[in-house]
Every structure is written in C-alpha cells, then in structure tokens.
C-alpha cells in the first residue's frame, strides 16, 4: 500500500473529506426529501460497527482528514457512540462530525461528546415552530433548540442546515439573522437540490443561494478563507454577529471544481458523487476487514469520478431522496 498518498481523481482534485452513512432510515417526514415518511425497502444491513472501522481506517490510509456520520437519521443507531469512538481513534483522521435532526439530540449529546465528536450538523428549515412542524411532521424544535444549547456548552462546534425554499424566505431569513446576533453557529443556507422523487416540489419552490448570499455581502458580511477539509460551503462573517453563515449553491458556475470529499452508503457501496447513477459496491472487500485492500479498491475507482454533478441538465442520477446516501 502506498502510504501517506492524497486520493486525487482524473481532474487534479483532493479527497480530505469522507461522508458515511450509518443508515438510509429516517423519522422525519421532510416536504422536499421524504414527505411520505421513510419506506422500507429490500437491502443489505447496514454496516456493523467492525465494518465502518475497516473504511475509516482505508481513506485515512488515502489522506482523509474528517469522517462525517450521517444517515438518513444516524442516532436511530443506538450504537452511534461506538461509530463516533471508532471514527475518532483512526489514525490519520483529525475530526469527526454527525448530521443529525436533532430528534433525540438532548438525551443522546453528551454520550457522543464523549465518544469524541468534534462536530455537530443540525437540520432546522425554519424558526417558527409550526412551521417547522409542518415542514418536518414533528413538532420538537424546542427540544431540538435545546439540545443546540447544551452542545455548545460543551463546546462541541455546531451548525444549522437550512434548506432555502422560495415561499416565505425573506421572514425566515429575518428570524436566522437575529438568532445569529447571539449565538455562535454557524447557519448553512442549501439550495434546494431536484432529486428522483422532487420533481413538481423542486420547480415550484427552488430558491438560487446566489440571490441570498448578494443580500448577505450588501450587508457587510465577508468571505472566509477555505480549509483543506471544509464541506462545500462558502462561509461568511460579521462583527455584529457571533455566528457565522454558509451558503452551498450546488447550481452555481464550478460548484463541482472544490470538491474534496466522497460518501460511502450505509451498505458499503462508494458513491463518487451524491448524484451518481448508482454506487459501487464495496461490501465484499469491507467485510474482509484488509483496509489496505479497501484502500487500494477505492483508488482504482476514483478514475470514474465525473467532472460535475450535471444538476444544471436535470440530471438526478440515482439519487431518489436524500436521505438514501446522507446528503
């Protein structure tokens, strides 16, 4: 095995950065992702604990530097903290990270923080509470607002996704703003992405990030410097505000030419992009345990790594919702 070796792909870029997803399975009931609630299909288990360490321990080898754990929803795991302690003890690998709802977020972030998380991702479209219930058939913000509480008095660094969507935009935007006058998150805004199963629902409430991030700019904010494993957000500052704000525009001119990061499904099959066709599968060399061997599967791969993600054609590749790779 050829160590020490940054995975690069046909077109000069870096992986830093894995995405693994613990589970496909999801309790909330999201309008632009699962709004009929998660549906069980016929599928492989998920990853054992033994198996997500022999992957961690295959992209370190490949110089991944961060492991994010996401689902579907990853603390429907039970055995999550022992994922997080498996994650955080590879060497080679400098942060781990959860997206989570936030569901049970206030029962389960100490026991994580324990395990070694660096990073939490929170799922919040909306501050309004039926709002959010309405968006995501639960309604737990409160809950979910306080479990955001405790994690930063941990000091665990902790972010807020938040899918733009047109229809009431500027009000929500209004609410983020003066929460982030106070507290030191740092919000993502995500363009709203078409998959398989959001046709209708993308074209009549897609909002570009771009139109956003020029109201954020005319108001003082400014653009931080990117890290070699940061996530696919541009991330901006202000001095009246102890947060920060992250804009991911997947349809903006070379969103694709940063891209330093890959996903790995629940049952082990690599994903060389969210929108691909379909994942290879990885499962027969995972559950041998040779992380060299995985390793060395992983970079004959990458070769087949496309140049974009196609979103501005249409393409939806095999990506039905979201929740099936982590987003």
């Given at each position: 095995?050829?160590?020490?070796?940054?995975?690069?792909?046909?077109?000069?870029?870096?992986?830093?950065?894995?995405?693994?997803?613990?589970?496909?399975?999801?309790?909330?009931?999201?309008?632009?992702?699962?709004?009929?609630?998660?549906?069980?299909?016929?599928?492989?288990?998920?990853?054992?604990?033994?198996?997500?360490?022999?992957?961690?321990?295959?992209?370190?080898?490949?110089?991944?530097?961060?492991?994010?754990?996401?689902?579907?929803?990853?603390?429907?795991?039970?055995?999550?903290?022992?994922?997080?302690?498996?994650?955080?003890?590879?060497?080679?690998?400098?942060?781990?990270?959860?997206?989570?709802?936030?569901?049970?977020?206030?029962?389960?972030?100490?026991?994580?923080?324990?395990?070694?998380?660096?990073?939490l991702?929170?799922?919040?479209?909306?501050?309004?509470?039926?709002?959010?219930?309405?968006?995501?058939?639960?309604?737990?913000?409160?809950?979910?607002?306080?479990?955001?509480?405790?994690?930063?008095?941990?000091?665990?660094q902790?972010k807020?996704?938040?899918?733009?969507?047109?229809?009431?935009?500027?009000?929500?935007?209004?609410?983020?703003?003066?929460?982030?006058?106070?507290?030191?998150?740092?919000?993502r805004?995500?363009?709203?992405?078409?998959?398989?199963?959001?046709?209708?629902?993308?074209?009549?409430?897609?909002?570009?990030?771009?139109?956003?991030?020029?109201?954020?700019?005319?108001?003082?904010?400014?653009?931080?410097?990117?890290?070699?494993?940061?996530?696919p957000?541009?991330?901006?500052?202000?001095?009246?505000?102890?947060?920060?704000?992250?804009?991911?525009?997947?349809?903006?001119?070379?969103?694709?030419?940063?891209?330093?990061?890959?996903?790995?499904?629940?049952?082990?099959?690599?994903?060389?992009?969210l929108?691909?066709?379909?994942?290879?599968?990885?499962?027969?060399?995972?559950?041998?345990?040779?992380?060299?061997?995985?390793?060395?599967?992983?970079?004959?791969?990458?070769g087949?790594?496309?140049?974009?993600?196609?979103?501005?054609?249409?393409?939806?590749?095999?990506?039905?919702?979201?929740?099936?790779?982590?987003?």
């Open positions: 095995m050829r160590q020490n070796e940054i995975l690069e792909d046909g077109h000069g870029r870096r992986f830093y950065y894995l995405r693994l997803s613990v589970t496909d399975v999801c309790n909330f009931r999201c309008d632009y992702c699962l709004p009929n609630g998660y549906q069980a299909t016929p599928k492989s288990p998920d990853l054992t604990v033994a198996e997500v360490a022999t992957v961690t321990r295959a992209f370190a080898q490949l110089g991944t530097r961060k492991v994010r754990l996401s689902g579907g929803e990853p603390s429907l795991r039970k055995d999550l903290p022992e994922l997080i302690l498996s994650a955080k003890t590879t060497p080679g690998i400098r942060r781990v990270a959860v997206t989570s709802n936030g569901y049970k977020l206030p029962g389960v972030i100490d026991s994580w923080f324990q395990s070694g998380l660096d990073q991702n929170i799922s919040i479209d909306s501050l309004n509470d039926a709002e959010f219930a309405r968006i995501t058939g639960h309604d737990c913000l409160p809950k979910i607002r306080s479990g955001i509480d405790r994690a930063l008095e941990l000091g665990i902790t807020v996704n938040a899918v733009l969507l047109s229809d009431g935009a500027q009000a929500r935007l209004q609410q983020f703003l003066t929460w982030l006058r106070t507290t030191p998150v740092t919000l805004f995500i363009e709203l992405m078409q998959t398989g199963d959001n046709r209708d629902y993308f074209a009549s409430n897609h909002l570009r990030g771009s139109d956003i991030e020029q109201q954020l700019i005319q108001n003082g904010w400014q653009l931080l410097p990117r890290t070699l494993d940061a996530g957000a541009r991330e901006y500052v202000h001095p009246d505000y102890a947060g920060r704000i992250g804009l991911i525009t997947p349809y903006s001119k070379d969103f694709c030419t940063t891209c330093n990061r890959l996903r790995v499904s629940a049952q082990g099959k690599l994903h060389l992009c929108f691909s066709d379909t994942g290879l599968d990885l499962r027969e060399t995972i559950r041998t345990g040779d992380a060299d061997a995985l390793a060395e599967k992983v970079r004959a791969l990458i087949s790594k496309e140049v974009s993600h196609y979103l501005q054609q249409g393409n939806t590749g095999g990506t039905q919702n979201l929740s099936i790779i982590g987003g």
